[in-house]
């Protein structure tokens, strides 16, 4: 029997829609029918599509079945939509949410509370690892969660830590859980589905694009209550992440560094413009303190606007 999320899912198949075109559809019909009844003409004067893709969506509108292919494909892995009761609260409170997510592993890791996003370059330097041990170790023991984009360095170094120290992290990939990137760290994809969770907002076979790693960040941000960003350079997709954590009204806090370090200059730059300065974890779990109850409250909220 079709439901609206089945409906949805669906059509956030087509590569022909976008996350800003599915909002389009369900602020015009939260039961996601309409569309599904659009002539190719109405397709094109509502949602201002060429001839070309109107006229291939239509097409992929009328295949539409409960039991297509592109739905049974997905019955290996989780997915969420933002209809559904158990969509990630703190996702659903950010500027420019995910309609669908798609999943790997546990869970209940996306009610976990406290969750501390963990960026940084993907060339750290030789203390990083000393570092983030420091850091984040007395954290991990205390049962808080990581978020990182398992990508080479920083993050890397970050679900491994949680991971082998018996801790909970979650990973935010750029593209399908077909492709995890990068190629390196498959047997690290592969661990973190088994034992902790690995999440995308993109269709399992979709090949990571370099116009998904921004948008990826925002969901490493959105899914803490602050972003730590450990080494980064004064141009780098974590500031971009910094950015998209202060827009969410998430904290952001940073590790300083020797002055001559290049991998420092990112993290200087942040602290100078209001990032907390972080020099033990202490400091993160007094900010963490300041704040938690708004954070319990998002948790507990089970409504999402559109």
């Not at 076979?205 to 980064?232: D, K």
């Given at each position: 029997m079709s439901s609206?999320?089945?409906?949805?899912?669906?059509?956030?198949q087509s590569s022909l829609v976008t996350r800003k075109f599915l909002f389009k559809v369900l602020k015009e019909d939260r039961e996601c029918s309409q569309i599904f009844q659009h002539s190719k003409q109405e397709i094109i004067d509502f949602y201002r599509l060429s001839d070309k893709k109107a006229e291939a969506l239509f097409i992929y509108l009328q295949q539409y079945d409960p039991k297509h292919p592109n739905l049974e494909k997905l019955k290996p892995y989780k997915t969420w939509t933002i209809l559904d009761a158990d969509f990630p609260p703190l996702l659903s409170n950010i500027p420019d949410p995910p309609i669908v997510l798609y999943g790997l592993g546990r869970s209940d890791y996306l009610t976990h509370s406290p969750s501390l996003a963990v960026v940084g370059t993907r060339n750290p330097s030789h203390l990083a690892k000393k570092h983030m041990y420091d850091l984040l170790k007395p954290l991990i023991d205390e049962d808080w969660l990581l978020v990182s984009g398992m990508a080479n360095g920083i993050d890397g170094y970050s679900h491994?830590?949680?991971?082998?120290?018996?801790?909970?992290?979650?990973?935010?990939?750029?593209?399908?859980?077909?492709?995890?990137?990068?190629?390196?760290?498959?047997?690290?994809?592969?661990?973190?589905?088994?034992?902790?969770?690995?999440?995308?907002?993109?269709?399992?076979?979709?090949?990571?694009?370099?116009?998904?790693?921004?948008?990826?960040?925002?969901?490493?941000?959105?899914?803490?209550?602050?972003?730590?960003?450990?080494?980064?350079?004064?141009?780098s997709g974590s500031l971009i992440t910094a950015d998209q954590a202060l827009e969410q009204g998430r904290e952001v806090l940073a590790v300083p560094n020797a002055v001559s370090l290049e991998q420092a200059k990112g993290c200087h730059y942040l602290i100078q413009n209001g990032a907390k300065l972080i020099q033990n974890s202490r400091d993160i779990v007094q900010e963490w303190e300041a704040s938690k109850q708004n954070w319990e409250q998002i948790l507990v909220n089970k409504e999402h606007s559109l």
């Open positions: 609206p999320r089945d409906r949805l899912i669906y059509l956030a491994r830590i949680a991971d082998y120290y018996g801790g909970k992290t979650i990973a935010v990939l750029a593209g399908g859980l077909n492709h995890p990137y990068p190629p390196e760290h498959l047997e690290l994809f592969q661990r973190l589905t088994t034992k902790q969770l690995v999440l995308s907002e993109y269709a399992p076979y979709t090949r990571p694009m370099r116009h998904q790693f921004p948008e990826r960040n925002r969901l490493i941000s959105g899914l803490s209550f602050a972003t730590l960003v450990v080494e980064a350079k004064e141009r």
